[in-house]
């Protein structure tokens, strides 16, 4: 019913900047959370930033003042502009988002995840 799909990881050098999409599709009645989450080897998934329905962001204190997290909700998508990365942002950034939609019959919200992008900061 639906699908998150991100793009634009990479490989990027320690000060550079990247900017991940992730665009939901499907029967969509409204999206409420959005939010990028990481996990790097070893390590256990954190949230990274988030935007609820309304505009209000939240960010991990690792990121604060680097990431920026917007979303086009005309376009059901949620970006995460990311500066002066560093070594330790090295990670798979998975999008994750609460969205309301259409089965065709009535209406049900479900917690949806990407398939997940490799963000790799190396020299």
């Known amino acids: 019913q639906v699908q998150l799909v991100e793009s634009g990881g990479g490989l990027v050098q320690p000060g550079g900047s990247l900017r991940l999409s992730c665009a939901a599709s499907?029967?969509?009645?409204?999206?409420?959370?959005m939010g990028w989450y990481r996990q790097a080897p070893g390590k256990q998934r954190e949230l990274v930033a988030s935007?609820?329905?309304?505009?209000?962001?939240n960010y991990s204190d690792s990121v604060k003042g680097r990431f920026t997290i917007s979303r086009d909700n005309a376009e059901n998508t949620v970006y995460l502009q990311m500066n002066s990365l560093k070594p330790e942002d090295t990670a798979v950034y998975y999008c994750?988002?609460?969205?309301?939609?259409?089965?065709?019959?009535?209406?049900?919200?479900?917690?949806?995840w990407g398939q997940g992008t490799q963000v790799t900061v190396s020299s």
């Open positions: 499907g029967s969509i009645f409204s999206i409420n959370f």
């Open positions: 935007i609820t329905s309304g505009g209000i962001t």
């Open positions: 994750n988002s609460a969205i309301t939609y259409y089965t065709g019959r009535y209406y049900s919200t479900g917690d949806y």
